[in-house]
């Protein structure tokens, strides 16, 4: 039954939303796993990257679909056009979320990771899916050791001034006041990427997410 829905975004009218038969249950079913999205926030060099691939390897070798949203790599494709102004990460973030929507839809386990720096864009994403559904990572790495990592040589050119509005240095950063899972990292005290991502399956398991 089609029925009328006001899109979110305020630019679509007269849309209707149009259901099928096969839906989120019998995909879920198929995958033997529920559709969520692990979101992972942390600054630049916090290794939310390596956090994903190794998130994703650990679910692939027990049989789990995934997908991985990452923030750099979109940027040379569906958000090309962004800035780092904070109103072109709330687009980014929005656009990444209602995504990540359709991922979780589809019965994959989303696997996002974007600094995504601003408490109110990532609450934005959560509200998107149903509250249970949407599992916050914060890499609590302090910008100490994101910067004497500085894999691309950014923190430099940001210290430089080379690089204006980075975040940590002259762009803010918020950290989540209340996320479902916290990753500590101190200065020559980091646990594995293996270990991290078996924090975060071990989670996704007592909840119910790894089971149809
Ligand atoms: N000004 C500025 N601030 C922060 N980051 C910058 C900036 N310019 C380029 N980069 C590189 O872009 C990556 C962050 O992209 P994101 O889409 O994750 O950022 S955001 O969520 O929109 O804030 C980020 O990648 P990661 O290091 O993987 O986090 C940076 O390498
Ligand atoms: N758990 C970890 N322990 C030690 N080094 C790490 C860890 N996770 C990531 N790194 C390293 O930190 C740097 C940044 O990792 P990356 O995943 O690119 O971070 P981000 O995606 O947050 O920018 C890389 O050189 C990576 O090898």
Redesign the pocket.
Known sequence: MDKLVTSTVGKSTNILWHDCPIGQPERQKLLNQKGCVVWITG????G??TLACALSRELYSRGHLTYIL???N??HGL?GD?S?EAK??AE??RRVGEVAKLFADAGLICIA?????YRSDRSGCRNLLHNSSFIEVFLNVPLEVCEARDP?G?YKL?RAGK?????GID?PYEPPSDCEIVIHCKAGDCATPKSMADKVVTYLEANGFLQE
Do not use: Q
Request: aromatic share 6%; charged share 30%; proline share 3%.
């Open positions: 600054l630049s060099g916090s939310k990257s990452d923030g750099d979109l940027r958000n962004l780092f072109d990460r980014n973030i990771s974007l600094i995504s720096p691309k950014l940001a690089i204006k509005g980075f975040t762009d």
